[in-house]
């Protein structure tokens, strides 16, 4: 009986609050430095930004288009005092949470008590808001570098961090990624496969993703939107996976670079092709909607020869999709 009036009562809030919060809430948390705003620059590619980063005052609230849904991203910056107004008032920084990301910085091994201690409370706001997102804990600054150089010490550290931070709640919505801004596919892949959990047209353009391969003859196909997130994809194998994620980046920010050119001429019929391992890897910016941002496709095939009509008709299918 009193389960029943609590799930009815539930359920009225939930109600209540849909009118409210509309977008899909994304909060990014966790101590200052630990590395949130430069996150979400990255997959912005404002890499110039990145270097002159200033401590994040307060919540930093962003609105982006994923897939035709508007999702609302909420960085909160972590210095101490606005970590305690966060605490004070979690109706307005942590409620309507769909997706949390704590990040903590694996390079500061004297603030993984604090961190730590920061993730309890976090939890324990979801847990008095009666809400339960999913968290995704990002063991971040797992810099290549580092990884080549101490991996036995490092492969440890993780471990033990993993363990703390599941002991430290009895939460059980909880997962994990390494991430580094210097590993960008690290980065891109963590955040697509968890907002691509938040949609459920994903599997849509999985299927249109594979049709398309076939009729062209490509081994793999990547599809990106302008957040650098991976939208769907098909790769018939590991390795083809391996070179079309490793590649992803340096097609997104060579394309950028080009935007400045000036040269406008002829854009459907423009795209990169880079020869390599005996394959070629073509890069394409597509438009799906006039005025909104652009997205991207790149592909492996073992010849370079392209149809401009292929492309155009994957672009109408996508786009009827997406926006219908
Ligand atoms: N080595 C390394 N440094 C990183 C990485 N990501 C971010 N940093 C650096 O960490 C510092 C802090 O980054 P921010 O993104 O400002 O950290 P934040 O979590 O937003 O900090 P607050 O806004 O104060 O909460 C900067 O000097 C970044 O350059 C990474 O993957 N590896
Ligand atoms: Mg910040």
Redesign the pocket.
Same mark, same amino acid.
């Given at each position: 009986m009193e389960k029943n009036l609590k799930q009815s009562i539930l359920y009225l809030k939930k109600e209540e609050q849909e009118p409210v919060e509309i977008q899909n809430k994304i909060l990014?948390t966790? /101590? =200052? !430095?630990? @590395?949130?705003?430069?996150? +979400?620059?990255?997959l912005q590619r404002e890499f110039s930004k +990145?270097?002159v /980063?200033?401590?994040?005052?307060g919540a930093q609230r962003r609105i982006f288009d994923f897939l035709g849904k508007e999702i609302s991203e909420w =960085?909160? @910056? @972590? &210095?101490t005092a606005?970590r305690i107004s966060y605490l004070k008032n979690p109706g307005k920084y942590f409620d309507g949470t769909e997706i949390a990301i704590y990040?903590i =910085?694996i &390079?500061n091994k004297p603030r993984i008590p604090e961190a730590i201690s920061y993730f309890k409370d976090v939890i324990e706001q979801f847990k008095k808001l009666e809400i339960e997102p999913p968290v995704y804990v990002f063991l971040?600054?797992? !810099?290549p570098a /580092?990884r080549r150089s101490a991996l036995n010490e490092m492969e440890n550290l993780i471990v033990d961090l993993k363990e703390q931070v599941r002991k430290a709640t009895d939460y059980k919505k909880i997962f994990f990624y390494n991430?580094? +801004?210097? =590993?960008f596919s690290s980065?891109i892949s963590a955040m697509s496969e968890i907002l691509l959990s938040l949609y459920p047209k994903s599997e849509l353009i999985e299927k249109t993703i594979v049709e398309f391969a076939k009729k062209i003859g490509s081994g793999g196909v990547v599809v990106i939107d302008d957040n650098s997130l991976i939208i769907g994809s098909y790769y018939k194998d590991d390795e083809t996976q391996h070179l079309l994620t490793a590649s992803t980046p340096y097609f997104l920010t060579l394309s950028d670079s080009l935007q400045y050119t000036g040269v406008q001429e002829n854009r459907f019929e423009e795209r990169m092709i880079v020869q390599r391992f005996g394959k070629n890897f073509i890069f394409k910016e597509i438009t799906l909607k006039k005025s909104k941002t652009p997205y991207y496709l790149l592909l492996l095939k073992d010849d370079p020869v392209f149809h401009k009509e292929d492309f155009q008709t994957f672009a109408e299918i996508l786009k009827e999709i997406l926006f219908k």
């Open positions: 990014f966790g /101590l =200052d !430095d630990a @590395g949130k705003t430069s996150i +979400i620059l990255s +990145i270097a /980063l200033s401590p994040t005052r =960085d909160l @910056g @972590g &210095q606005y990040v =910085d &390079q971040h600054k797992y !810099d /580092l991430t580094s +801004i210097y =590993d980065i």
